[in-house]
């Protein structure tokens, strides 16, 4: 996730043993997007696994991130996506 050219790449990573929610943004992105916006993807995020809404949570989050991506590094012809949007689970 760190070896895009703007520096913008972002990890949503969900612990599931302690039911946590975390986003990490490469400093590309970080300079624009404050900690407060990420907070609040993450808690809507735990709210819906919370209330056993796995996919939608998920899904919901995943926007919540493009949009704000979209928003601070609009797209270009020139802009390709350097990252596989495949999840990974890690065991």
């Known amino acids: 996730m760190w070896d895009t050219a703007e520096n913008t790449g972002v990890l949503v990573y969900v612990q599931w043993v302690d039911r946590r929610v975390e986003i990490v943004a490469d400093r590309g ?3 624009r997007v404050g900690q407060t916006e990420w907070n609040g993807i993450c808690r809507a995020m735990e709210a819906a696994f919370r209330a056993r809404q796995y996919e939608q949570g998920a899904v919901d989050a995943v926007a919540a991130v493009g949009a704000l991506l979209a928003k601070h590094f609009p797209a270009r012809h020139n802009n390709p996506n350097e990252l596989s ?5 890690l065991r």
């Open 29 to 31: 992105i970080a300079a």
């Open 85 to 89: 949007d495949r999840p990974v689970l």
